[in-house]
């Protein structure tokens, strides 16, 4: 039972560059997320999906889009990379049913360490 | 709007002295409350969760937090701290049938000999 696992775990990218992080669990969770992380500023929600099917924008959207491909993988693509988006990125999941209730536990991956230079 | 207040950056602490990280937030219903802990170069970990009933919650490594209503507040507590607990440590806010999550900035938890 991996969990939920990012692949890549670092990567560094030249301005301008696009590329696409990959995100899947196996936790038969309903609801996945992107958050990236900087000194001080804490995690910051980048998109969600609530469910297969759907994505919604969180606090920090921009220069971002997401896919959600199934029930087990989201996936986050930069464009058009920028310095502002170096960061560290993590996928969660959570949104565990059990009998009418969602719990919203989230269980993170690793991370992926991103450099833009 | 949810929001979480973690008011310690820093905190230094001896080993086999206790330990108490506050969290207090904002929210107009009953929220699920939950910390999480994140060692360098690692995820998040979820370390206890309040979702209802007993206000006094205990979780991994020795850790237990008391969700007190009327401080809006979810202070993370360990009797004796171990070096090991070195880490950073995040108080994180949702609610029922709502699926994200609203993280606090984080403290730093330093372990001195």
């Known amino acids: 039972n991996a969990g939920v696992t990012q692949t890549p775990k670092f990567q560094v990218l030249k301005t301008g560059q696009s590329m696409t992080l990959q995100c899947a669990q196996d936790?038969?969770?309903?609801?996945m997320y992107w958050y990236r992380q900087d000194p001080g500023m804490g995690l910051r929600l980048i998109y969600y999906?609530?469910?297969?099917?759907?994505?919604d924008k969180g606090e920090v959207p921009n220069g971002y889009n997401v896919s959600r491909l199934n029930k087990r993988e989201f996936s986050l693509r930069l464009e058009s990379a920028a310095p502002s988006q170096t960061s560290v990125y993590f996928c969660?999941?959570?949104?565990?049913?059990?009998?009418?209730?969602?719990?919203?536990?989230?269980?993170f991956g690793q991370g992926t360490r991103l450099t833009v230079v | 709007a949810q929001s979480v207040t973690q008011p310690d950056i820093h905190i230094t602490v001896s080993e086999g002295a206790s330990l108490e990280l506050r969290c207090n937030y904002s929210?107009?219903?009953?929220?699920?409350l939950f910390w999480y802990v994140q060692s360098p170069g690692q995820g998040l970990q979820l370390l206890l969760k309040?979702?209802?009933?007993?206000?006094l919650v205990q979780g991994i490594k020795g850790f237990e937090a008391e969700f007190k209503r009327s401080q809006s507040s979810f202070n993370l507590r360990k009797p004796s701290v171990h070096w090991s607990d070195a880490a950073e440590y995040f108080c994180?806010?949702?609610?029922?049938?709502?699926?994200?999550?609203?993280f606090g900035k984080g403290t730093m938890l330093l372990v001195s000999p």
């Open positions: 309040y979702f209802s009933g007993d206000t």
């Open positions: 969660a999941s959570s949104g565990l049913r059990d009998r009418g209730i969602v719990y919203t536990e989230a269980f």
């Open positions: 994180a806010v949702g609610a029922r049938g709502y699926s994200t999550l609203t």
């Open positions: 936790m038969n969770h309903n609801s």
């Open positions: 929210y107009g219903a009953t929220p699920y």
């Open positions: 999906s609530a469910s297969e099917g759907t994505t």
